[in-house]
């Protein structure tokens, strides 16, 4: 074999294993248009804002003018007995009903403070009243507009539960939102 032969021979087996192997196929991702994701946040947003509208109860409150309502996407946080600070797993509470709360900039909201039936009228109104000050207070951390979030205190007036045993007492230690204007 001559070395021309020899190079033509070389071409020519590489030339058929470049054919029998072929060239790699490319995989083509399409990625989705961002108009797309913006109507899927969109409708994410709308689902969000109709299960809250579905969790509304509105109630006539006596001293509270006009019509509140009552969100059962926020939750009641509670307090040990004749304490008013926020606990570790209320502070969790409060950062979901902050994270609901930025979502409805408008909503305005007023927070009870709540007593158990021991102490004085008057004792228990203070409690009351420094109970729904430190949620507000740990709201207003969270983010929330202090002009949104007003205050009143019930004091032992409005029990959740009307028993007279620390598993009643425990439930009534609390503070309840609703809201006043959305």
Known sequence: MTKKSFIIFTIF???????????????????????????????EK???KEEF???????????IEGVVFESS????????????D???????ILKENAELLKKYPKVKIQIEGHCDERGT??????????????????LISLGISSDRISTISYGEERPLDPGHNEEAWAKNR???????AK
Request: net charge positive; hydrophobic share 35%.
């Open 174 to 180: 609390r503070a309840h939102t609703i809201i006043t």
């Open 53 to 63: 509208e579905k969790s509304l109860v509105a109630k006539q409150t006596p001293g």
């Open 13 to 43: 087996i590489l030339c058929i294993g470049l054919i029998l192997t072929g060239c790699p196929k490319k995989t083509v991702v399409k990625e989705e248009p961002s108009i797309k994701k913006e109507e899927a946040g969109k409708v």
């Open 121 to 138: 009228n008057e004792y228990n109104l203070a409690l009351g009243e420094r109970r729904a000050t430190s949620t507000k207070k740990y």
């Open 46 to 48: 709308e689902k969000a």
């Open 86 to 92: 926020i606990r570790p797993a209320d502070a969790s």
């Open 73 to 84: 996407m926020l939750k009641d946080i509670h307090f040990d007995f004749d304490k008013y």
